[in-house]
């Protein structure tokens, strides 16, 4: 899913910009949109670290369809962002490359059913996004379209994960207080059980400094700024991550994946630190949706373990680069 809307964000960016360099004003017309995507879009930011500590809930397992296990199920999320810009093409087009690092820990407690050997146990995961993007014309609207590539690797080295995806987004709407979006994602992956995605962005500015942010299927969230360095907001984003295990057991696949969709609900502060870093916090519900494992290069919804788990709290903290 972060594949997913890491494009999408992203090519909210590049025609704004282009926009802005028409004009004489442009360095600090530039700067304003450039800040404005950034803060709406943690994705987006040059470099980010983000650690989630999420409350221990009751986990339910399945194995292939019969319930193998229940006990108390914790996790923390460490992730790191580098976006890192490789070529541009005049106005028009770009070639960016995205880094991320990932370290999963899963704790285990009270586990009934089945004899756990590792109740708690790390997993890392790397990936590399390379991706071109281009600003068009289609039917006189502004047309945006991107193709990337996806490599992800865990613990063992190699390739245990990859993808080719490509996107076009028409622009329907664009005033001064809001900007709308639609269009589709293909996805080439050999695990993907859904290979087009629709997309939507919707953001309009509100009065008394509101913003909503409406992102499919990435994010609803409403922004208010309360100075000029420092920012609440309020909503629901959804989150994912991908873990790489290999097992010996003849009953499961040699090599597997663990996917995980969650959503995370609630308030969010964030506060600039100097002109270079945004210190930010937030707190609320985390909702699972998802947990399955499933044999490496085996569609998703062809799972042989299913993971139900308890609504917990959670909180975030984070840091990131912001250049301007």
């Not at 028009?92 to 990932?102: E, F, R």
């Not at 071109?132 to 992800?152: E, H, K, N, P, T």
């Not at 959804?238 to 290999?246: G, Q, R």
């Not at 959503?263 to 399955?292: D, F, H, I, N, Q």
Request: hydrophobic share 40%; net charge positive; aromatic share 8%.
């Amino acid at each position: 899913m972060k594949l997913i809307t890491r494009s999408i964000i992203c090519l909210l960016v590049l025609p704004l910009v282009s926009k802005a360099q028409d004009s004489l004003a442009k360095a600090q017309m530039k700067k304003a949109i450039i800040v404005d995507a950034l803060l709406k879009n943690p994705n987006l930011r040059p470099a980010m670290i983000s650690t989630t500590f999420i409350s221990r809930g009751q986990l339910e397992g399945n194995f292939k369809g019969k319930s193998i296990l229940s006990g108390d199920f914790g996790q923390r999320r460490t992730e790191v962002l580098l976006n890192l810009p490789v070529k541009n093409w005049g106005k028009n087009g770009m070639v960016t490359a995205t880094i991320t690092y990932a370290r999963s820990n899963f704790q285990l407690s009270d586990v009934k059913g089945v004899e756990i050997r590792d109740p708690e146990l790390s997993k890392n995961t790397v990936g590399l996004t390379t991706t071109y993007r281009r600003v068009d014309s289609l039917f006189g609207r502004m047309f945006i379209s991107s193709a990337s590539v996806i490599l992800y690797t865990g613990d063992g080295g190699g390739v245990n994960k990859y993808a080719v995806m490509g996107s076009g987004m028409i622009m329907l709407k664009k005033t001064a207080q809001a900007t709308l979006m639609v269009g589709a994602q293909v996805i080439i992956d050999p695990t993907a059980s859904l290979p087009v995605v629709p997309l939507l962005v919707y953001q309009k500015q509100l009065q008394h400094g509101f913003d909503l942010n409406i992102t499919i299927p990435q994010q609803l969230t409403l922004r208010k700024t309360l100075s000029k360095n420092c920012w609440a907001s309020f909503g629901t984003i959804l989150s994912s991550s991908v873990s790489f295990f290999n097992f010996s057991s003849p009953d499961v696949p040699r090599n597997a994946n663990f996917s995980t969709l969650d959503l995370k609900t609630g308030p969010g502060v964030e506060y600039r630190l100097g002109k270079l870093l945004l210190a930010g916090v937030s707190a609320g519900l985390w909702t699972p949706v998802m947990y399955r494992q499933y044999g490496r290069w085996e569609k998703s919804n062809h799972y042989f373990f299913d993971g139900k788990v308890d609504t917990t709290p959670y909180i975030n903290l984070n840091l990131s680069l912001i250049p301007f």
